[in-house]
């Protein structure tokens, strides 16, 4: 199997039976694992597995446990799902997820929200080792007229764009990014100089070294780390190796299929969004079934319909 693109997927993936061989290989490398209790070895059943463990005597097939759990999708149409959404650097709407793939919208939105799930980074690593950090916060949302220069001032004041009024409805989301390496997101009810250093502190190793703008918030950041700021509010915005083009570029990407494809992100979802485009930012050198693969190997993770549509 060797795919460059969706046809040459679907191709490849004709038949369910192929899908679920592939899937049982990537999960469990021809070793088929009971995924109520570990037990190896199972029987073969004219439809999965049953479990040999004679406390647990469960069948199982190989979504049992995974992002495809209780789906009546068949897996070429998911791999289909995760191929398009992962696929481009902006995301795929539920409605045209929809279309394409002859699923009613509510469907493709579950299906997006799964695989959502599944590009979660499961096992982070501390930024910087060998890379710079820059660390910046963004706010999605609000009023459009008022976007562009309320970032710009948010060292004098938080809480009010530069025309004066308050940030209605917009959600700040911090990020750090390694120059030419990963990106790590946090969606933050509110900015204050303590979520910024705590986040940071989670995710830099002491004695790194952080590139940020000078809001007060970084402020800190010189007790534990080499910190070095550019000074926006002069309009100077690169000064040598001193700058946060890289997290910069990356919220334009952000903002642009936040706004442009998913148009309204609740508060309670905005969590899944930001693994959404941080999992497609740290795959991007990836060879586009790489990054599949990538993927499919993290995708023991069941997201409930009730759990997902639950008010929280
Ligand atoms: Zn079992």
């Known amino acids: 199997m060797n795919f460059k693109s ?3 997927l679907l191709d490849y993936f004709k038949e369910e039976s192929t899908c679920i061989e592939y899937y049982e290989n990537i999960r469990w490398g021809g070793e088929p694992v009971c995924p109520h209790c570990g037990s190896e070895h ?3 059943t004219n439809r999965g597995y049953k479990c040999r463990d004679k406390d647990c005597h469960k069948k ?4 049992v446990g995974t992002i495809f759990e209780s789906s009546k999708i068949p897996l070429r149409t998911w791999f289909a799902a995760i191929y398009l959404a992962t696929t481009g650097k902006k995301g795929i709407s539920s409605v045209q997820l929809g279309e394409q793939l002859n699923l009613t919208q509510k469907t493709a939105w579950f299906v997006l929200h799964r695989i959502r799930e599944m590009l979660k980074d499961k096992a982070p690593r501390m930024l910087g080792e060998k890379n710079m950090v820059e660390a910046d916060e963004a706010y999605i949302g609000g009023r459009e007229k008022n976007k562009h220069h309320g970032k710009k001032r948010s060292s004098d004041n938080l809480s009010v764009t530069n025309d004066g009024q308050p ?4 959600k700040a989301v911090v990020g750090l990014i390694e120059r030419d390496g990963k990106v790590v997101l ?3 009810p509110q900015t ?3 979520n910024m250093v705590a986040f940071i502190n989670n995710h830099v190793p002491k004695d790194g070294t952080v590139y940020t703008d000078e809001s007060r918030l970084y402020k800190r950041l010189n007790k534990t780390y080499t910190h070095k700021t550019v000074k926006h509010a002069l309009n100077i915005y690169v000064d040598g190796d001193v700058h946060t083009n890289t997290i910069e570029n990356f919220w334009s990407v952000l903002k642009r299929g936040l706004y442009g494809i998913y148009h309204q992100v609740s508060d309670k979802h905005i969590s899944r969004y930001l693994d959404e485009f941080s999992g497609r930012y ?4 990836l060879s586009q079934q790489d990054r599949f693969e990538r993927f ?3 995708s023991e993770s069941v997201l409930k319909y009730d759990v997902l549509t639950a008010y929280v």
């Open 186 to 188: 946090k969606y933050v």
């Open 282 to 285: 740290n795959t991007r050198h």
């Open 296 to 298: 499919l190997i993290d």
């Open 42 to 44: 199972p029987y073969v």
């Open 192 to 194: 204050d100089a303590n």
């Open 167 to 170: 940030y209605k409805n917009k």
């Open 60 to 63: 199982f097939t190989v979504k």
């Open 6 to 8: 969706l046809i040459q």
